[in-house]
């Protein structure tokens, strides 16, 4: 089984400066994915960005970018020049064997003007 | 961008009635699934379908629930008797193959509230 832990409940941020969601996971296998999931207040489930546990390089998506340490099983995901359209819940998740994702608790990030 | 579609987007229902959640996958797409948020909560797994049967379910998916894929388009979950503690958004979501390489598309999920 799997779990995704999330530290931080809220966050808040200036416009145009950086936040960083903390993120950890457990699960025994080797072949896995990671995802953020943002959630505005419309409730709807946008995938931010993933990454591939066998690939050691950090993907990156505009302003998203994550910190991947396998070995301390840490997914941090990184929002540079924030901005107001940020503002929402962020989750981290775990696809590994079998199709289900499991997700963590939740980072609400608040991007203040 | 091919989308996930999920009607109806809030429904209303009275404790003890039956509810219908649709959602029309993508359309190349083979597997299916249906998981819960209660407000305020994390996103919970519920059940995952593949070739007209259920691959996995979870613990909250007791008798109450039902999903089908009636007419090869629609993916469907059905609530027999709702409760209370059934108030929460439901998201459809699905992907072209299990493994693990492959990622979801989510809808945009439809909120029930049982009064």
């Known amino acids: 089984a799997q779990t995704v832990t999330q530290s931080q409940p809220e966050m808040s941020v200036q416009e145009a400066e950086t936040v960083t969601l903390s993120c950890t996971y457990d699960?025994?296998?080797?072949?896995?994915?990671l995802f953020w999931y943002k959630q505005p207040p419309s409730r709807q489930m946008i995938l931010v960005i993933r990454?591939?546990?066998?690939?050691?390089q950090n993907a990156t998506e505009n302003r998203f970018s994550v910190n991947f340490q396998k070995a301390a099983k840490s997914f941090s995901l990184k929002i540079s020049d924030s901005q107001l359209g940020d503002t929402a819940m962020y989750f981290c998740?775990?696809?590994?064997?079998?199709?289900?994702?499991?997700f963590g608790g939740g980072t609400r990030v608040l991007v203040k003007p | 961008e091919p989308e996930v579609t999920q009607t109806p987007s809030h429904q209303v229902t009275q404790m003890g009635q039956e509810v219908i959640l649709r959602c029309v996958p993508i359309?190349?797409?083979?597997?299916f699934y249906w998981y819960r948020q209660i407000l305020g909560q994390k996103v919970e797994f519920l059940v995952s379908?593949?070739?007209?049967?259920?691959?996995?379910k979870s613990e909250i998916f007791d008798d109450q629930f039902s999903v089908e894929r009636p007419d090869g388009s629609n993916f469907t979950l059905k609530i027999r008797s709702t409760k209370l503690e059934d108030s929460a958004m439901y998201f459809c979501?699905?992907?072209?193959?299990?493994?693990?390489?492959?990622?979801?598309?989510f809808g945009s999920g439809t909120r029930l509230t049982v009064v």
């Open positions: 979501a699905s992907s072209e193959s299990p493994s693990v390489t492959y990622g979801y598309t």
């Open positions: 699960t025994s296998e080797n072949n896995y994915y």
């Open positions: 990454q591939e546990a066998y690939k050691q």
């Open positions: 998740a775990i696809k590994a064997a079998g199709n289900k994702l499991t």
């Open positions: 359309s190349n797409h083979l597997y």
């Open positions: 379908f593949y070739n007209n049967e259920i691959s996995e």
